[in-house]
């Protein structure tokens, strides 16, 4: 039984590549290929940055909700469901009140309860907005290290999620992880409302014997963690790092012997390569809205992680028996080699788990049944579409 769906997205630009933008292209792509009718209502930053007044058009669009609205193009597709994924910062957010048919949101961040989305200053996990200080992003500048540029998400933000029109009006609001879960509920949002739904990542195929040691795959910024792996990092071990983004020079000069950079690969290319190593390292230093992408690759390579505490994939590997979690603190070296020693034994189980809970038709069921719970009337059998 086929839906018509309308997907609404901004995409980020694409300067640095980031994994949202690319999940959605995914999502789309596999909603076609179980037989749905698929239409992507976007705009992109890098197509509309260089109109005059952007910059301007965004802040106001922002701060006050008001802005571009996909609302013309919905009615014409006269959709079964609309799912929002990101509105940030080229669509505004009060259209959604004028839409009246069923109505999905996926949460792909913490951008709802901080102004710069991750929860984290300072080189730590910080929940000063969402534990009440509305103004506590304001007063550091926590987007883009600027006060003025904070300024349009502090306002946009100073009601918490009841203030939000997106969270407010949704049918259902996806969720994906429990940690994400666990933090929107503490904020406000009605757990009823929420459905944990994972991304899915697209299988490599068969994976080979290791021939490799470790590899990072992610983008080379604070958050991630990057920097401070580097300078732990035990000189002479093999360590490839996948990835380019705004600490790159600063990576180099830290990276010990033993260290590789290949730069951003293809997503065809890194699958190649993935099965290759003995292990995944996962430095995250920030609350992911998720589970990371490169996480679920991992293991559909076959592929152990070691993860550090402070991030979702440290309870993750915990939980699901897929590598082992360690902490700053702990020399890194008896860890690796802890891990190295243990790790061989856990690839049938990893792609065990990427079979049970990542694959692409597991997470066609999953929003399938999200998008039946939130009224879409080709799931249920009744209904019209609805047309706002």
């Not at 951008?111 to 000063?128: F, P, S």
């Amino acid at each position: 039984m086929s839906l018509r769906i309308a997907v609404v997205h901004s995409f980020y630009g694409m300067v640095v590549p980031g994994g949202e933008n690319l999940v959605i292209v995914d999502q789309v792509a596999a909603l076609r290929r179980a037989g749905h009718e698929v239409h992507l209502v976007a705009v992109g930053t890098d197509e509309l940055s260089g109109r005059p007044l952007h910059a301007l058009r965004c802040a106001a669009t922002v701060a006050t909700g008001r802005g571009r609205s996909p609302l013309r193009q919905l009615r014409e597709i006269a959709p079964d469901i609309v799912h929002v994924h990101n509105l940030f910062p080229n669509f505004g957010r009060t259209w959604v009140r004028d839409w009246t048919g069923p109505l999905v949101a996926t949460l792909h961040n913490y951008r709802a309860l901080c102004v710069n989305a991750l929860l984290y200053r300072d080189g730590k996990t910080c929940t000063e907005c969402p534990d009440g200080d509305r103004w506590a992003g304001l007063r550091h500048g926590c987007y883009r290290d600027s006060r003025a540029a904070t300024l349009p998400l502090a306002l946009a933000g100073r009601q918490g999620v009841a203030g939000d029109p997106l969270l407010a009006r949704a049918d259902r609001v996806v969720v994906l992880s429990e940690l994400s879960r666990d933090r929107y509920e503490k904020a406000g949002l009605e757990p009823g409302r929420m459905a944990l739904v994972p991304n899915f990542a697209p299988s490599p195929g068969e994976f080979a014997e290791p021939d490799r040691a470790w590899v990072y795959v992610g983008k080379l910024s604070t958050e991630k963690g990057i920097l401070d792996l580097l300078r732990r990092w035990p000189a002479g071990v093999p360590l490839d790092v996948i990835g380019n983004g705004p600490l790159e020079a600063e990576c180099r000069a830290a990276a010990p012997e033993g260290v590789r950079f290949l730069g951003a690969l293809a997503q065809p290319d890194l699958w190649r390569l993935l099965g290759r190593y003995q292990g995944l390292v996962f430095p995250g230093r920030c609350f992911e809205g998720g589970t990371p992408g490169v996480y679920c690759e991992a293991l559909a390579a076959g592929l152990p992680v070691l993860a550090f505490e402070g991030s979702v994939v440290a309870s993750l590997v915990r939980i699901q028996g897929t590598g082992t979690a360690t902490d700053w603190d702990t020399p890194l070296a008896p860890a690796l080699a802890a891990a190295v020693a243990r790790f061989p034994g856990l690839r049938a189980d990893c792609r065990a788990v990427y079979e049970r809970e990542y694959t692409e038709p597991v997470w066609i069921e999953r929003i399938e049944r999200v998008y039946a719970e939130a009224g879409a009337p080709a799931l249920i059998g009744a209904g019209t579409r609805g047309l706002g």
